[in-house]
Structures are given as C-alpha cells and as structure tokens.
C-alpha cells in the first residue's frame, strides 16, 4: 500500500523484531509500514499457515523477498508460502476495506 493510499495517517516505522523481543533501533532492524499492518502485527514474531497449522516466522521485509511470498490479484493478497501465508492472515490484509483500496489503486 503506497503512503499516498492513506494520507491522513502517516505510515509508522515499526521493529521488525519488537523491543519486546530485544530488537533495537538499528535501522537494518526497521520498517516502514501502514498503521494497519503495524496494529495487526503488534510483537508477533511468528504466526498460523492457515493452510497447515504450522508456526511460521513471519515474512521479513529486510530479509525475504515480496514477490517470492505474495501476489496481489484482483486486490487481494495472496500468500504463496507458509510465510506468505501466515502475514497475510496475521495482518489481515485482505480486509475488505484495505481489497477495495488495493482495487480503486490499481
Ligand atoms: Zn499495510
């Protein structure tokens, strides 16, 4: 989701690995993110394949690359990988407001 998509709520920078869990400010260790998927990602480091039921650490942005975890058809949100998977659900990207925004964009 591009900032321009939300211009009322400045995307947050958010620790990928949370203070919480001993991340730091270093910023190979940050990420900027919409204030959505900040929410939904709270400290989680991990979440359920909700097509395996397996524990999966969570797609990293610093370290995984998008396009080998997600595609984004018809405003929707797909995970191709249990980690894909996983964020997708864990963030609640396919809200339905955040489709229909995805939709209006492309
Ligand atoms: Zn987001």
Redesign the pocket.
Same mark, same amino acid.
């Given at each position: 989701?591009p900032q321009q998509a939300t211009p009322l709520i400045a995307f947050h920078i958010e620790h990928i690995v949370s203070r919480q869990h001993r991340g730091t400010d270093d910023p190979g260790g940050l990420a900027l993110? !919409?204030d959505? !998927?900040n929410a939904y990602k709270g400290p989680n480091l991990s979440s359920v394949d909700p097509e395996t039921g397996e524990v999966i650490a969570l797609f990293n942005p610093r370290v995984d690359v998008w396009r080998s975890h997600f595609a984004v058809r018809d405003g929707y949100v797909l995970g191709l990988t249990p980690a894909g998977r996983a964020t997708a659900r864990l963030?609640n990207m396919n809200a339905a407001r955040r489709v229909e925004l995805r939709q209006a964009l492309t």
């Open positions: 989701m993110a !919409c959505r !998927c963030l």
